[in-house]
């Protein structure tokens, strides 16, 4: 089976920051910053105001930066995420409706699943590349460990409560795409301004998947 676009995508990225912005200003600084980091892929949740916005902003203004939609819920905010030029969508979960209207989108779509059953209903859809996600409630990188068994061929973006320290862990696992999660963009560092936090925290991670994709 040739890997999908999403699949790809995602193991590009290797690291998934997953943020929640304010604005558009500071989310081409985060973005700016994760790619000082040695990062490549952002996922800007829709759950602020401000988000499709922030997706144009960062699409035009940051260079080397693939931008994607997450918290996709529905049809119409799947649109809204393409219209506002999202590069990928990612959703939480992924119920029949939602499914049917990612297939049918224009851009790589990483739809959401929180068990066996969940994945399989979307490889049987032909998607190959799933968010595990709420992953470390689920049983962290043990779930991931365990799914490589039934599920080969399936690529994870584990995401959900996973903290720096775990990331090698997760990024050990040879059915793991990409790791994703909101500690490389912490709302304290945001509130001080302190956009030098993000690009370090990038980097550590950066580094993190160096080493893990040198090891395999
Ligand atoms: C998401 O929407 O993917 C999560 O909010 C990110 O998870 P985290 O905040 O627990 O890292």
Excluded: H
């Excluded at 590009?12 to 558009?24: K, L, N, Q, Y």
């Excluded at 040695?38 to 401000?50: K, Q």
């Excluded at 043990?142 to 080969?152: F, K, N, Q, T, Y």
Aim: net charge neutral; proline share 6%; hydrophobic share 50%.
């Amino acid at each position: 089976m040739s890997r999908s676009a999403a699949a790809a995508l995602l193991y590009r990225a290797g690291v998934m920051p997953v943020v929640t912005v304010r604005d558009a200003d500071s989310a081409v600084r985060i973005a700016r910053a994760l790619v000082q980091g040695g990062l490549g892929a952002i996922e800007v949740t829709l759950r602020s105001d401000a988000a499709l916005d922030a997706i144009a902003a960062i699409r035009r203004e940051v260079p080397g930066m693939s931008v994607g939609a997450g918290t996709v819920l529905d049809a119409d905010q799947l649109q809204a995420a393409q219209d506002a030029g999202a590069q990928f969508v990612v959703t939480p979960g992924t119920p029949p409706v939602l499914a049917e209207a990612l297939m049918a989108a224009a851009v790589p779509v990483v739809p959401g699943a929180a068990s066996v059953s969940e994945i399989l209903a979307l490889t049987a859809r032909g998607f190959d590349a799933v968010k595990l996600f709420p992953a470390e409630s689920l049983g962290g990188a043990a779930m991931v460990r365990a799914l490589r068994g039934p599920l080969p061929a399936v690529g994870l973006c584990p995401t959900g409560g996973i903290v720096e320290t775990q990331l090698p862990d997760y990024l050990a696992q040879p059915n793991v795409l990409c790791v994703g999660g909101s500690w490389l963009v912490r709302d304290e560092w945001l509130a001080a301004g302190d956009f030098d936090a993000v690009r370090d925290a990038a980097r550590r991670a950066a580094d993190a998947l160096a080493g893990a994709r040198g090891r395999r």
